[in-house]
């Protein structure tokens, strides 16, 4: 008999889902209580100062998708309401009936059913979700891992490297190579360029000779300010800079592209759908794409950015990809996935294990994580731990 699926359900959950509270006191405030980060609204002193500012509180998205034989899978993703809408109003009901293993037919269903308002942007979430929740019950169905599924493990372990501004905390607890948020863009004239180059000279010094370190620039430069800093990091021996303009951009990318050819460019955290790599692979301006898996399509998305990357000989490192247990399995069976991104915005001093989202998700170990080997993505929640998510 042909399992299908009965129930497609989104709503809203907490961000930290069901890590718990860390038990370990902290050393100090983690650098994300008052660290100004540039980006794009750094040109409006109003909202110069966080992110939060600017940002939309609305909560993460939690999606349940649910068997016919009462097998069910998870997924998350963000933007609360417009999100879950999209998903319950719409996608959802859709593909009740469908058989739930079909998982390249069902996201193709998706992606066609939202041409009309645009599966790129908003789409993307709630496709990101259902997309993971099927992956979820797939590899339940199967018993088997999510990326046993997917092809198996191309590596005995993921290297990882930590993104925040607490580089003495990510080598203290083993990692090889770091990444910092850049503090400054061009509203900042002189000055700004001054202090970002001192901040990667701090950062460097706090790495040693021997560790990766990169620049999170947060599509907050122009072409021009992006050239100029570049200009004054090259001592420092960046692996890359990442999004440093407006997603949409690729003109701008290709002429970054060609006015800095010896400097590593790394983006695709805010591109949705293969699309937009399709492009940027083909014409090689970037070195590394970064999807985020929970907003890029899902895993189908990402699968498909991993055969656009291997056919143009592309690294493919997602975006906050070891933060979930969805990112995980993904860099561990993709071979063109040779590093995983682990972001760090928790109190130097506690402990990952007592920050982790879910109960059974790996966390690095000196760097290096192996994600769990249990059913899907091995999250180890229960519907009960899934109930108390909701918000």
């Known amino acids: 008999m042909t399992v299908t699926i009965a129930k497609v359900q989104a ?5 930290d889902l069901v890590g718990g509270t860390p038990r370990t006191p902290a050393r100090r405030p983690p650098w994300t209580a008052d660290a100004e980060v540039a980006g794009p609204m750094s040109g409006y002193p109003r909202y110069k100062k966080l992110r939060a500012a600017w940002r939309p509180s609305w909560p993460a998205v939690g999606c349940l998708a649910t068997a016919s034989d009462g097998s069910w899978g998870f997924g998350v993703s963000r933007y609360g309401a417009p999100v879950i809408e999209t998903i319950n109003g719409h996608l959802g009901p859709l593909l009740v009936d469908e058989p739930a293993m079909a998982t390249e037919k069902l996201w193709d ?5 939202a041409s009309p308002y645009g599966a790129p942007g908003l789409g993307a979430y709630a496709i990101s979700a259902i997309d993971l ?15 046993e599924i997917i092809g198996g493990p191309s590596r005995p372990h993921i290297e990882c490297y930590a993104t925040g501004g607490d580089t003495d905390w990510h080598m203290e607890l ?5 990444k910092y948020p ?10 700004g360029l001054e202090a970002n180059e001192a901040a990667v000279a701090r950062m460097r010094e706090t790495a040693g000779p021997h560790s990766e370190i990169m620049l999170d620039c947060w599509m907050a430069f122009d072409v021009e300010y992006a050239v100029r800093l570049a200009d004054r990091l090259r001592p420092y021996r960046l692996r890359w800079i990442e999004d440093c303009l407006m997603p949409e951009d690729m003109e701008g990318l290709a002429s970054l592209r060609a006015r ?5 460019l790394a983006s695709g955290e805010h591109w949705y759908m293969p699309q937009p790599f399709a492009t940027a692979a083909s014409r090689r301006l970037v070195d ?8 890029v399509g899902g895993l189908t998305a990402c699968l498909r950015v991993a055969a656009i990357a291997d056919a143009a000989g592309i690294e493919v490192i997602p975006h906050a990809g070891m933060n979930t247990p969805y990112g995980q399995h993904f860099g561990l069976a993709a071979p063109c996935s040779r590093w995983g991104e682990y972001f760090l915005g928790s109190a130097p ?13 790996a966390v690095p170990v000196d760097g290096r994580l192996v994600p769990s080997d249990a059913p899907g993505f091995g999250l180890g929640a229960t519907l009960d731990d899934i109930a108390a998510m909701r918000v």
């Open 174 to 178: 083993g990692f090889r190579a770091t």
């Open 11 to 15: 709503f809203a959950i907490r961000s």
């Open 349 to 361: 001093g506690i402990p990952l294990e007592e920050t982790r989202l879910f109960p059974g998700m």
């Open 109 to 113: 269903m998706m992606v066609r059913m």
């Open 133 to 147: 929740a099927l992956w979820d019950l797939k590899g339940k169905l199967l018993s088997r891992p999510v990326y």
């Open 260 to 264: 800095l050819p010896w400097m590593g």
């Open 182 to 191: 850049c503090p400054h863009g061009p509203a900042d004239g002189i000055a």
């Open 288 to 295: 590394v794409l970064q999807p985020d898996i929970g907003w």
